[in-house]
């Protein structure tokens, strides 16, 4: 069975300081690994994914995730936050072969100015 | 254009009519589903399909019905609203040659049930 735990259902960041998001994952097989960003009145769209070719992950707008597997970790960070960046984020998880994905109970990021 | 819509974007029913959701995708791909999200619940699985034949309950399927029309529409149903219904319902895609199983969603539909 797969779960995924965000930890945090609200972050509160000035601009200009670090964005940190916390999710750990469970999976009985290896897993492949996303965030999600919902933008106001938008729907999902993909930040990035991990699928094992690299542990750090580069995705849009400056963020990255690093898969860490000893503390089945896959943290969003990013270095200076801008207010653009508030929206909700979500941690999802599917295993190999593909079916299904578990989606996190969602981060809502605020950024002061 | 989008490749992924949904209408309406929003609706306010009451308590027993009949709703009906739609999505349609010029993705191309095979694998459509509904979500519902509600605050601090995250996004559940309401109902998935590979193919046009091939339709499946998620976690949370009652009180739902779907209909998949062709490979670029898959509608949602309620058969009879109730008001713990009121949420904000996605459809997404997948394509099944990506072994991730990236998704991609439309704008949702904020539906409320009076």
Redesign the interface.
């Known amino acids: 069975a797969q779960s995924v735990t965000q930890l945090g259902?609200h972050v509160s960041v000035s601009e200009g300081a670090l964005v940190l998001l916390r999710c750990n994952y469970s999976s009985s097989v290896p897993p492949?690994l996303?965030w999600?960003v919902q933008y106001p009145?938008?729907?999902?769209?993909?930040l990035l994914?991990y699928?094992s070719a690299a542990t750090l992950v580069k995705g849009i707008n400056g963020f990255e995730a690093e898969f860490k597997k000893s503390e089945t970790s896959f943290h969003l960070t990013k270095p200076s936050a801008h207010m653009s960046d508030a929206a909700e984020y979500?941690c999802a998880v599917?295993g190999?072969?593909?079916?299904?994905?578990i989606?996190?109970?969602?981060t809502r990021l605020f950024v002061k100015a | 254009d989008a490749d992924v819509t949904q209408t309406p974007r929003n609706r306010i029913t009451k308590t027993g009519k009949r709703i009906m959701l739609e999505c349609s995708q010029t993705k191309g791909h095979d694998r459509m589903y509904w979500y519902r999200q509600d605050p601090g619940l995250g996004l559940r699985l309401i109902y998935y399909s590979f193919d046009v034949k091939d339709i499946n309950k998620g976690e949370i399927s009652d009180g739902y019905s779907v209909s998949r029309q062709a490979q670029a529409k898959f509608s949602l149903s309620l058969e009879s609203a109730i008001p713990n219904q009121t949420a904000l319902y996605f459809c997404a895609t997948s394509d099944p040659r990506d072994n991730t199983d990236t998704q991609y969603f439309g704008p949702g539909t904020r539906l409320t049930v009076l």
Request: charged share 10%; net charge positive.
């Open positions: 259902s492949y996303f999600y009145n938008q729907g999902l769209q993909l994914k699928t979500f599917s190999t072969g593909g079916f299904k994905t989606f996190g109970a969602g």
